[in-house]
């Protein structure tokens, strides 16, 4: 059974004649009728009753109408939906409220969904990933917490790990060490990258706790960041891992993790349930194994 017979049916039922269906569908009659009699052996059923110049549905020819117009119009439905959704995939817009993952996240997409075109925009903190969503300014937004209202209409997806690291030269008295605890260290001299966003502003009460036992400078900037770490190569860094991961910078530096409880976070993608659909190539990647740019944590011997 084909698509065209069932065309060719209500076309001929709706129109009780012949020859008006082929000038309608623009077909010949002899075309019409090979049609419908493949169609009435397929279902081993006559269908019409045929008499003079006209030819009237029968009991069984008026069931299958119904199922043959129901099949047509769920067609129709479908390529309408399809067309649509199609338009729909040709674009997302990505907010981030961190630059670690965007630097990251952000060329990924644009290289992988080829098809389609990912915009993105910067929010300054985690409160503005509700409203940036409700008020469709992003289809979604990888951040460090979920919108507090309304969360029954979100959906969310832990997309990346988050934490810190220390990188001390090679004769640094820690350099053997596997890991470290700054909470358990006194007097080290550390100069932390810190380049803003939702990560930045949670760290905030951590240094102040710790600059009571060590000195802490903040660098807001990766260039002066880069230039302390050439004029003090005994001076131990602190770093994100995702911004580790963007730079690839070596300085000769031994790296170590950061390992004090609170530290470590996770990135979460967010979005409206009702926006999965134009998301599909972004929730692929993070649903499946796919996900390999940012939840897998690499070993650096050294930096």
Known sequence: ???????????????????????????????????????????????????????????????AVVFAENILSQVSEMRHFFRTYGERNTAA????????????????????????????????????????LEEKKADAVICL???????????????????????????????????IRLDKEKNLDLAVLSEGGAYAQYLVPFWEKFSKRHKITIYNDYESFKQAAQQNPQQALVLSRLARRYYQEDYG???????????????????LKKNAECLYPILHWAKTRENKLLNVVRPYANM
């Open 1 to 63: 059974m084909e698509l065209t017979e069932l065309v060719y049916f209500t076309t001929i039922a709706q129109m009780g004649n012949m020859s008006r269906a082929a000038k309608k569908l623009q077909v010949s009659q002899p075309a019409l009728s090979v049609a419908i009699r493949k169609l009435e052996r397929d279902l081993n059923m006559q269908l019409f009753v045929r008499a003079n110049n006209s030819i009237i549905l029968n009991a069984a020819g008026k069931k």
């Open 93 to 132: 817009s990505l907010a981030f409220t961190d630059p670690g993952p965007y630097r990251l996240v952000l060329p990924f997409f644009q290289q992988k969904c080829t098809q389609t075109k990912i915009s993105s925009l910067l929010l300054h903190a985690d409160n503005e990933v509700g409203p940036a």
């Open 145 to 179: 917490s979920l919108p507090r209202k309304n969360k029954k209409d979100f959906e969310s997806i832990s997309v990346a790990k988050e934490g810190l690291y220390l990188a001390v030269p090679k004769n640094h008295p820690l350099a053997k060490r596997k890991y």
């Open 253 to 271: 530096r031994i790296l170590m993790p950061i390992n004090d409880k609170g530290l470590s976070v996770l990135y979460y993608l967010v979005y």
